[in-house]
């Protein structure tokens, strides 16, 4: 492992790197199958533009993108993030791409996304985690129903998905309700 | 019907249901590694199953012992069922 910032079972998260943005990243926001699912990615993107977004989000305090890497091979396998943070209202959006696609076995997603909500509401103290998933992704949905998010709403027949228009559906995930299932994690020492 | 061969029924249920397998197949040896219909989505919405079917919290790691079948049968018997 390399400069760990959450680490679990099988996978860690650190801060995205230069060999990051150099490798593989950038293809996944290309691939068809991986962005079918993904409301804002639909124009090709290239290794540049990947660095580009890498310098942008060096300073920026309102997104917390992370890598996430396989413990065994240290391959980079995908991105997470919790976007669009509000320090004044203390939500964020929530984000996942699983882009090497071997380890699309729902496992990792199911430990990245428990990490990224122990980090959202354990460590930078959010009270609410939000987002958003194209109502043709059963992935997602269940992923979502895994983890207790509410559906707070649907935009009806606002997405188009290859030629069809489909909701987007809208999830909250208050830290209340989070702590049902988590709370014995608050105030327990870290140790990796 | 005893509680343990009830659960048994259950699970299968469960397993059958979401991997979507044909009559006959034999449910009990199947292997997430070595079965292709079982991908992210057939392995989490097993997790919201058998969680909403038992009544029951599992937390990641036991979620990562459910290579299997069987071993998600163990992993049931301890929690008691």
Known sequence: MYNPYAVGRAIYLRAPNKADADGAWHTWFSDPETTQYLSDRYWPNTIDLQKDFFDSIQHDKSRLVLSILDKETDIHLGVCSLGSISWVHRYADIALIIGEKQFRNGQVAIEAISLLLEIAFLRLNLRNVKGSYIGSNPATEMLMKLFDFDISGRNIGLLNFRGKYVDSINVQLSRDKWLERNGSKVGVRIDI | ?81
């Open chain 2, 1 to 81: 019907m005893s509680d343990r061969n009830l659960v048994d029924e259950k699970l299968v249920d469960i397993f059958r249901l979401v991997l979507d397998v044909e009559d006959g197949y034999d449910i009990k040896s199947v292997r997430r590694l070595s079965e292709s219909c079982w991908d992210s989505l057939a392995h989490t919405s097993l997790i919201v199953a058998i969680e909403s079917e038992f009544g029951i919290r599992l937390e990641i790691s036991e979620m990562e012992r459910m290579s299997s079948y069987a071993a998600t049968r163990v992993l049931l018997e301890e929690k008691g069922l």
